[in-house]
């Protein structure tokens, strides 16, 4: 089946997948958000596009909490070596929960350093959840709307 380019996409359904398409990427890295949210705004009717930044930072939130808590369970590797590696990483970045904050956000929203790597290191040394989750919302809410409407704004600049 082929599908007229014409024929109006259900919004639900646009959003579902991609809150679906988002929490995959979180988790698979290869999977680009950022190129499925371009080509998504470009076929999705303009009051789509802010539902759309919300449903993939969702989406992507909620993957990065799964890996967050995949971090979490580092520390039930066997081997002293590794442990003692925890530890020190933890006793080292205990007192320093605004730079925590700050890197989370940073990479949520830049992608340096990559926040899939961000993500697993928050829960390996128990950075708390709740300012994962905010900050981390919050830098991707910035990357995807980026996402979303600068090719917009792109075309309207050179529509001029």
């Known amino acids: 089946m082929i599908l007229d380019p014409m024929t109006p996409l259900d919004p639900l359904l646009v959003l579902r997948a991609t809150f679906a398409f988002c929490v995959g ?5 290869v999977l680009h958000a950022e190129t499925y ?3 998504a705004s470009l076929v999705a009717p303009a009051e789509l596009r802010w539902p759309l930044v919300v449903a993939a930072t969702s ?10 808590y995949a971090g979490r369970g580092i520390g039930l590797i066997p081997g002293e070596r590794m442990q003692r590696r925890l530890r020190l990483a933890a006793a ?36 708390p959840l709740l300012p994962f989750i905010i900050f ?13 409407f600068l090719p917009h704004w792109r075309m309207a600049a050179t529509a001029v």
């Open 92 to 127: 080292r970045y205990r007192d320093k929960r605004r730079i925590g904050s700050g890197l989370v956000f940073v990479s949520a929203a830049s992608g340096f350093p990559p926040f899939y790597l961000v993500s697993i290191a928050a829960g390996t040394l128990a950075f």
């Open 136 to 148: 981390g919302f919050a830098g991707r809410m910035i990357r995807f709307a980026v996402a979303v």
């Open 59 to 68: 989406g992507q939130m909620l993957g990065k909490v799964g890996m967050y």
């Open 37 to 39: 949210l371009v080509a």
């Open 25 to 29: 990427s979180a988790i698979i890295p």
